[in-house]
């Protein structure tokens, strides 16, 4: 697998607080050059990268990122301005609470009230699996599933701890046929690029691909 046909599937992602439009420009011009599946961006910069890029490029940002704690309209209503504002993939982060407490259905209820918003735009469900036992995983693939989510993901990167291999191991297991998933985290290497892709990833969210990569 060379880094060509590996950039195919690399969220090129800056969401650090100080972000600003110079870095974020800069990962665009990176992501159409080696051309990427997607940037993922703070919301606030999604309409002017839409306004300068078009359809150069596929534009994903978060919602209820990074702790996930929002109330569901909070979210919903992130969804609908990112989406109007040109956004074409967005991953929204868990109520974790909520999976501490067991109340799987209130999860999975607002997976699918933002899946509803979503429409045809690809939404990706952040679970941050540092913080879960196995069985909330498992149970989480359930929800996303049923939820009709596009994607399950790892983690926001913002977490004690990124993707893990036994992690995609267990979203095989337990995911539905249309579910697919992103790895995001701590993914630094060539060899961690490769691994996550080759144990069935779709998506790798990433900061440091061209770093990595262009050698």
Not at 92 to 112: P, Q, R, S, Y
Not at 185 to 204: K, M, P, Q, S, V
Request: hydrophobic residues 40%; proline residues 2%; charged residues 25%.
């Amino acid at each position: 697998m060379n880094s060509k046909e590996i950039f195919k599937h690399v969220d090129h992602t800056i969401l650090k607080a100080c972000s600003t439009w110079q870095q974020v420009r800069l990962l665009c011009d990176e992501a159409v050059e080696h051309q990427m599946a997607s940037v993922c961006i703070p919301p606030s910069f999604v309409k002017g990268v839409k306004n300068e890029y078009g359809e150069k490029l596929t534009v994903c940002t978060v919602i209820g990122f990074p702790l996930g704690y929002n109330t569901t309209k909070v979210k919903v209503f992130e969804l609908k301005e990112a989406i109007a504002d040109g956004a074409d993939e967005v991953d929204m982060v868990i109520n974790l609470g909520w999976v501490k407490e067991g109340n799987f259905k209130a999860a999975a209820d607002e997976i699918a009230e933002l899946k509803a918003a979503a429409g045809d735009k690809i939404l990706k469900v952040i679970v941050e699996t540092c913080y879960l036992t196995e069985l909330e995983k498992e149970t989480l693939c359930a929800c996303v599933t049923e939820a009709k989510a596009d994607f399950i993901k790892t983690s926001t990167g913002f977490g004690t701890a990124g993707a893990t291999l036994k992690d995609i191991e267990l979203f095989k297991k337990h995911i539905g046929p249309n579910v697919k998933i992103k790895a995001s985290g701590g993914i630094r290497t060539y060899e961690d690029f490769a691994a996550y892709l080759n144990a069935g990833c779709e998506r790798l969210g990433a900061s440091s691909a061209i770093k990595v990569l262009s050698r």
